[in-house]
């Protein structure tokens, strides 16, 4: 079985930062393509940031330049460095990672119970 956590929330004025961390831990799995989502209150859960197994990242328009993703395959683990918060930003944020599982020889979809990031005015 594979588990999902992330860290890193809290809460901060606007324009500052935050780091959100995800560790995948478990067995026989191999980490390929992790994203980043975010839902705002009363919003659909809306994918921001993904980096694929070689490294390309790749952002939703609302973020670009203000965000960045990045991994550490040692660690299994994904990053969100968030700079410049704006208070549309607040809401919880999700990693979502796509593995291949050995045993089952098949690729699965696993997510995290999310972290809150509040940005006040």
């Known amino acids: 079985q594979v588990q999902v956590v992330e860290s890193g929330g809290g809460v901060v004025q606007a324009g500052g930062s935050l780091r959100l961390s995800c560790v995948t831990s478990?067995?026989?799995?191999?980490?390929?393509?992790m994203s980043w989502y975010h839902q705002g209150p009363d919003q659909d859960r809306n994918e921001v940031a993904r980096?694929?197994?070689?490294?390309?990242?790749i952002y939703d328009t609302s973020v670009e330049g203000r965000f960045t993703i990045s991994r550490d395959d040692a660690k299994n683990a994904v990053y969100l460095q968030m700079n410049s918060l704006k208070p549309e930003d607040t809401g919880t944020y999700y990693c979502?990672?796509?593995?291949?599982?050995?045993?089952?020889?098949?690729?699965?979809?696993?997510w995290g119970l999310g972290t809150q990031v509040t940005v006040s005015s």
């Open positions: 979502e990672v796509h593995v291949w599982q050995s045993d089952a020889g098949e690729y699965n979809d696993y």
């Open positions: 478990g067995s026989n799995f191999r980490l390929t393509d």
């Open positions: 980096i694929r197994l070689r490294g390309e990242t």
